[in-house]
Structure formats: C-alpha cells, structure tokens
C-alpha cells in the first residue's frame, strides 16, 4: 500500500474522543498527541504533506504502547493498529534504517531471531544481575525472576479421531519460559489433543514490524507459513503478542498477490492456548491451592486476538482458589515489546498505576499470558515487595499444576 493510502483508514477517524479514556498513555499525559486521537491526526497530517517527519510525530508514535485498547473503544471501527505500523515503517525509512534506533532496541531485534542466544544471554543476566553493573542496565534487573523447572512431557493419550494442533513455540517463550510452553503442550494433551511442533518455526517478527522493519517481519512470516502448511489443525502459542502477531500477518502480507491467499489461512488457524482448551469443553478437572489470584490479562490477547475472555473462563472452572479481578486487568502493563526498555520512565509510571491496582485486591499470585507482562509484573512484583508479596506466573503452569492437583483423589 502506497503511505497515501492510509487516509482511507484515517479518514474513519471522526475525532469523537472517545478512545481517549482507554488509552493508558493519554491516562498518564493528558496530552493529545500521546492519545489515539492525536496520533491519528499526525499519521493523517504527514500523509497529507502538511507536516514532515520531525521530533513531534516522531516522539508521538514512538511513545504509544501499541496495545489497541482505543481499536476495541473506538465505536467506529478504526483500524488504529494498521495506521500506527504505516507511520511507523514510515518514520523508520525517513530516520534512514535501523542506524537511529536505541542500542537497545538494536539489541533486542537481534537477538529475537535466535531462541538459543537469547537463553544464554538471559541465564548470564541472571546470574550476574546482583553483580555492580552501569546504573542503565542495573534498573532492569528486577525483571529477572528466577528460573523455573520445565515439567516433564506427558505421553499423548491421543486416539486416530483426537484433534490436532501445531505449536507455535515464540523465541522469547522459549528462550525465557519455556516451563510455560510445556505445560500449555501438557494440558492439551491431557485433553486429548495431538500436539505437533513444526521444525523451521522462526521468530514471529512482532518486535520488528512494530520498530517499522516490515520486511524483516515479512521474511518471519514467509517461513512461518511455510513451516505451519503441512497440517490445516489450529497454529496454537501461549504469548499474547506472538498470537496477535501471527493473527496480522494476513495484513501484514495483504498487499503480497503471492502470500496473500496462505496469510489469510494461516492466520485464520491462530488460537491462543485457553482458547484451545475452553473451545474443547475444558475437560480437566482443577484444583487451586487455596490462596488468592488476580490475572493481567495481555492486552494483544484481549483487543487483537479478542480471546481474553478464555482466559478468564479458564480461571473460573479452577476450584479451591479465590481469583480475584484487579480494576485494570484488560489494560496494558507498559511492558509493549521493547517499550518499557525503551521508555522506562513511562513504563514505570504505568506499571505503578497497574501495582496501585494490585494492591486493592492483594492477591499472593498475579497470573499473565505474555513474556512480556510477565518480566514486566516481575518487575511491579519487586516495587510493591515492601509492603506485599506477590508470585508472577504464567497462566499455563498455574493450570497445569491445578490440573495435575485435580487428577489426585
Ligand atoms: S479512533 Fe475512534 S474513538 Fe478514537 S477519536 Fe477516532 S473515531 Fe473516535
Ligand atoms: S495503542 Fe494503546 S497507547 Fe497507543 S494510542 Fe492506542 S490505546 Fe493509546
């Protein structure tokens, strides 16, 4: 698509405002070019030639989370997402390339591609993280939580009319949780499931068509198709981002006559893991252990994927545990990809709001479905540890002991 053709999703815009409560950086700002409203207008005004890229469209798209609260707010279906990626990809070819962006988000899309690498990397953060290290990096350490065991494999219990599904693994899924991979594997096949894994599987290219590197996005996405044509089952994954991602790669590769047709299925074969389970009945039988739980609720899942709902219902079906909603539990945390490396400052400042939250309901476990939220409540876990103590965890090793717990008399 041509960039002058955005102002035929812009043009949807009618400027009523009422976004603007749904947006956590408005919330933080009251300004309207930190608002969905305002970015609009600064996406429409450069497509128009009225401005060019400068430091105010630059810092207002730079500075949105991403999270499409206002898409799921706004009463006249405007494609915000698709917008904000054509201002985005737009700024990124007039900055010249990936030259300008922060070391650290040249870092991190770097080291995305490659799950092994980014495991090394985390274990030696981990390990080093109490060591004297330059304030700049020192400030994220509390993202770190420990490292948890991966649950052994359950055998199938599959018959020849079981469904299938495909595992989509996710690099930072893999890399950082990848306890949460396995159990969510677990508990589809304690539900009957067949669980395969495509082999050539790659990064889901979120990271970079969210900098505006599409093509790089586009090379993931190709291979990924590729790699999940074999079986038309579900493409399943447990991170909200990477399944709001690979959700997009039928816009992402709309405007490709050769890829179109195979984004269009393969996207439409993209469920999240409690969608999986509660479209099959949830068949399980689960037990808590008799503490209070909260959930954030990954805020891709809830306004890309629109599946936040299951994860919910999930929660629900648990017994011996009081699950507790927070105010906020659909609104992002300030994690977004690499926003709260990027901008810390404002990550913080919504992440306290989020822990504010948190602490009205006191919950000894806050549940997560994204790599993300979870590094990011890990690290609200450590703001708050004065005066609570909360356990992060995903929602899938939760379920999965509560499952196991329910298979015992
Ligand atoms: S994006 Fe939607 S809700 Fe927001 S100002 Fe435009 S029309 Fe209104
Ligand atoms: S994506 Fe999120 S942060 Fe960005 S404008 Fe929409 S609601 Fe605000």
């Not at 004297?132 to 509390?142: G, Q, S």
């Not at 996405?221 to 074999?230: L, T, Y």
């Not at 450590?382 to 298979?407: F, P, S």
Request: glycine share 8%.
């Amino acid at each position: 698509m041509a960039f002058d053709e955005i102002l035929l999703e812009t043009d949807q815009c009618n400027k009523c405002g009422f976004c603007l409560p749904a947006c956590p950086t408005y919330q933080i700002t009251g300004n309207e070019l930190a608002s969905p409203r305002g970015r609009i207008a600064m996406v429409e005004a450069l497509a128009r030639g009225e401005i060019g890229v400068g430091p105010g469209l630059s810092e207002s798209l730079d500075y949105c989370l991403g999270c499409r609260a206002c898409e799921t707010a706004c009463p006249s279906g405007v494609h915000y997402g698709v917008i904000l990626e054509a201002g985005r990809t737009r700024l990124r070819e007039e900055r010249g390339g990936s030259g300008r962006e922060p070391w650290l988000v040249r870092q991190a899309l770097r080291q995305v591609g490659n799950p092994r690498r980014l495991a090394r990397m985390i274990g030696l953060a981990r390990r080093l993280k109490d060591f004297p290290m330059p304030r700049k990096l020192k400030r994220f350490t509390p993202m770190l939580g420990p490292t948890q065991s991966v649950p052994a494999p359950i055998q199938s219990i599959a018959s020849p009319t079981s469904p299938s599904v495909q595992f989509f693994n996710g690099c930072v899924m893999s890399a950082v949780f990848p306890e949460a991979n396995q159990a969510a594997r677990n508990l589809l096949v304690m539900s009957g499931v067949v669980v395969q894994e495509p082999s050539n599987q790659s990064c889901c290219g979120a990271l970079h068509w969210h900098a505006g590197d599409k093509e790089t996005a586009m090379g993931f996405a190709k291979r990924n198709i590729v790699s999940f044509e074999d079986n038309p089952g579900w493409v399943v994954n447990t991170a909200g981002g990477c399944g709001a991602m690979l959700l997009e790669y039928r816009t992402l590769l709309a405007d490709d006559r050769d890829w179109q047709e195979r984004a269009e299925r393969f996207s439409a074969r993209v469920r999240d893991w409690s969608t999986v389970l509660m479209q099959l009945g949830q068949p399980l039988r689960m037990r808590g252990q008799r503490e209070r739980v909260t959930l954030q609720n990954s805020c891709h899942l809830v306004n890309v994927e629109k599946a936040g709902d299951d994860a919910v219902a999930l929660l629900e079906q648990i017994q011996d545990h009081e699950f507790s909603p927070i105010a906020g539990q659909n609104t992002c945390c300030g994690s977004a990809g690499v926003y709260n490396l990027t901008h810390p400052d404002w990550a913080l400042k919504i992440l306290d709001q989020k822990m504010a939250d948190v602490r009205t309901v006191s919950p000894q476990r806050i549940l997560v479905n994204n790599p993300g939220c979870q590094l990011q409540m890990q690290w609200g876990a450590q703001r708050i540890a004065d005066d609570l103590t909360v356990e992060v965890e995903h929602l899938a090793t939760y379920t999965y002991r509560a499952a196991m717990r329910g298979r015992q008399p």
